[in-house]
């Protein structure tokens, strides 16, 4: 965890900082947790590497399990979301090229340094934002009544 860390719908979010043109997070799916709702991205690519545990991906529809050493690859325009069935965290690596995209942790997140920080990004209020403004950050969001 650094100064930066923010928790960002229950997932804990690690940005890094990095001299070229992406952007690169870790983070951790506590056990039995969701990630982000189905989403794409126009303008970015996107890839996973997962270094603990196990994640259940859905991509285009499709579900895959991947667990340690194994990545996903999502160019721009896959519809993606990601839940953590385990009973163990997941952690991974995450990329979005070109840079970009972390302004969206740094906009939506909450600050490990606040209280109760895990559970208020999970508020209602901070989710219903997070869904009116994702546009704005290049994540386009699919809830699944419009799948």
Not at 12 to 26: Q, R
Not at 46 to 74: A, Q, W
Not at 95 to 121: I, W
Request: aromatic share 8%; glycine share 10%.
């Amino acid at each position: 965890m650094n100064k930066n860390s923010v928790w960002c719908v229950g997932n804990l979010i690690n940005p890094c900082e990095v001299s070229g043109s992406y952007d690169m997070v870790t983070g951790t799916t506590p056990a039995s947790s969701d990630g982000p709702p189905p989403h794409f991205h126009e303008g970015y690519h996107e890839v996973f590497l997962i270094i603990e545990g196990e994640m259940d991906f859905v991509i285009d529809g499709k579900p895959r399990k991947v667990g340690p050493g194994e990545t996903v690859d999502l160019p721009k325009g896959t519809l993606h979301t990601f839940r953590n069935s385990g009973s163990t965290d997941c952690k991974w690596v995450n990329l979005h090229s070109p840079k970009g995209f972390r302004s969206f942790f740094e906009t939506l997140g909450v600050s490990v340094n606040e209280e109760n920080a895990k559970e208020r990004s999970m508020d209602r209020v901070l989710i219903g934002k997070m869904l009116e403004e994702a546009k704005d950050f290049d994540m386009h969001i699919r809830l699944p009544e419009q799948v």
